[in-house]
C-alpha cells in the first residue's frame, strides 16, 4: 500500500487497415492514485489519444500510480479502446485485469504513542515506526527515514536514538545506532522510535493561516533484493 506501482497497456492493429484516432480509456479502482505515463494524457489522468495505427503496428501505455488500499485489496482495472469509423467513433476492444494488494516486502507503518487527531502548543508527541521483514530472505543494512512535514514541529527538539538531518527534517537510523538494523530475518519485525515538541505559540504570516498540518512520511530501505524482485534495492513506505 501506497509503494508505486506499474502496468501496462498494449494493443496491435490486426486489420489489413489503417485505424483512426485511437484512443485509451482506463477506469482506475477508486484507491488508485495516478501519478505518471509514458504518454501525456488528458486533464482526467484516464485517457490518451494516440492518433492513428497502421496494419500491423503496435502500441503501449505505460502508467505509475498508488495504491492506497490495505492488504488484500482487491479490484479490477478496465481498459477501453476507442476509434473512429466513417467519422463515428466507436469501442473496439475491452478488457478487465484484477488485481490484488499483497504484503510489501519490507513494510512499515507509522503511529502516535497516543491516538490523538488533534494536538496543542507545546505538546510532545511521540512516533513510533513499526516495520517487517515479509520476504524469505535475511534483508542487510536497513535504513529507515522519517521526514517531519509541518511547520509547527519544533524540529530542534527531536530526541531519540536516530539521526536527525537538519537540512531536510528528516531523523535517521541505521545499523550504527540500531544494530538490530543490521540485519532483518524473515518474518522479523522492530520498531524504532522518536520523540518531537510542537511550538508554543503559532507561527502565523498571513491571514489565512489556521489549521496547521503535522505529518511524517517514511521510508524503509535496504541493499538486499529477493530474487522475485525486479529492483536495485527493496523499499517500503510508511
Given at each position: 500500500?501506497?509503494?508505486?506501482?506499474?502496468?501496462?497497456?498494449?494493443?496491435?492493429?490486426?486489420s489489413?487497415?489503417?485505424?483512426?484516432?485511437?484512443?485509451?480509456?482506463?477506469?482506475?479502482?477508486?484507491?488508485?492514485?495516478?501519478?505518471?505515463?509514458?504518454?501525456?494524457?488528458?486533464?482526467?489522468?484516464?485517457?490518451?489519444?494516440?492518433?492513428?495505427?497502421?496494419?500491423?503496428?503496435?502500441?503501449?501505455?505505460?502508467?505509475?500510480?498508488?495504491?492506497?488500499?490495505?492488504?488484500?485489496?482487491?479490484?479490477?482495472?478496465?481498459?477501453?479502446?476507442?476509434?473512429?469509423?466513417?467519422?463515428?467513433?466507436?469501442?473496439?476492444?475491452?478488457?478487465?485485469?484484477?488485481?490484488?494488494?499483497?504484503?510489501?516486502?519490507?513494510?512499515?507503518?507509522?503511529?502516535?504513542?497516543?491516538?490523538?487527531?488533534?494536538?496543542?502548543?507545546?505538546?510532545a508527541?511521540?512516533?513510533?515506526?513499526?516495520?517487517?521483514?515479509n520476504?524469505?530472505v535475511?534483508?542487510?543494512?536497513?535504513?529507515?527515514?522519517?521526514?517531519i512535514?509541518?511547520?509547527?514541529?519544533?524540529?530542534?527538539?527531536?530526541?531519540?536514538?536516530?539521526?536527525?538531518?537538519?537540512?531536510?527534517?528528516?531523523?535517521?537510523?541505521?545499523?550504527?545506532?540500531?544494530?538490530?538494523?543490521?540485519?532483518?530475518?524473515?518474518?522479523?519485525?522492530?520498531?524504532?522510535?522518536?520523540?518531537?515538541?510542537?511550538?508554543?505559540?503559532?507561527?502565523?504570516?498571513?491571514?489565512?493561516?489556521?489549521?496547521f498540518?503535522?505529518?511524517?512520511?517514511a521510508?524503509?530501505?535496504?541493499?538486499?533484493?529477493?530474487?522475485?524482485?525486479?529492483?536495485?534495492?527493496?523499499?517500503?513506505?510508511?
Amino acid at each position: 500500500s501506497g509503494s508505486d506501482v506499474n502496468f501496462e497497456v498494449k494493443y496491435k492493429n490486426v486489420s489489413s487497415e489503417t485505424i483512426k484516432n485511437i484512443s485509451v480509456k482506463i477506469q482506475y479502482p477508486k484507491d488508485f492514485k495516478y501519478k505518471s505515463s509514458n504518454i501525456t494524457p488528458d486533464f482526467t489522468s484516464r485517457n490518451w489519444d494516440v492518433g492513428d495505427l497502421r496494419s500491423g503496428s503496435e502500441g503501449l501505455v505505460r502508467v505509475t500510480g498508488s495504491f492506497l488500499g490495505s492488504e488484500g485489496f482487491s479490484s479490477d482495472i478496465i481498459v477501453q479502446i476507442f476509434a473512429d469509423f466513417s467519422g463515428e467513433n466507436y469501442l473496439i476492444a475491452e478488457k478487465t485485469s484484477s488485481i490484488k494488494l499483497e504484503a510489501a516486502p519490507l513494510s512499515l507503518s507509522v503511529s502516535l504513542s497516543q491516538n490523538k487527531e488533534y494536538a496543542k502548543l507545546g505538546d510532545a508527541l511521540t512516533y513510533y515506526l513499526d516495520y517487517k521483514n515479509n520476504t524469505g530472505v535475511q534483508l542487510k543494512d536497513i535504513i529507515i527515514t522519517a521526514k517531519i512535514l509541518g511547520e509547527m514541529f519544533d524540529v530542534s527538539t527531536v530526541s531519540g536514538n536516530g539521526v536527525l538531518n537538519s537540512q531536510n527534517n528528516a531523523v535517521i537510523w541505521r545499523a550504527s545506532s540500531v544494530p538490530a538494523l543490521s540485519s532483518l530475518s524473515p518474518n522479523e519485525n522492530g520498531r524504532v522510535d522518536f520523540s518531537i515538541k510542537i511550538k508554543d505559540s503559532f507561527n502565523i504570516k498571513k491571514v489565512n493561516d489556521k489549521n496547521f498540518v503535522l505529518k511524517v512520511d517514511a521510508q524503509i530501505e535496504s541493499p538486499t533484493v529477493p530474487h522475485s524482485i525486479s529492483a536495485s534495492r527493496t523499499v517500503g513506505y510508511g
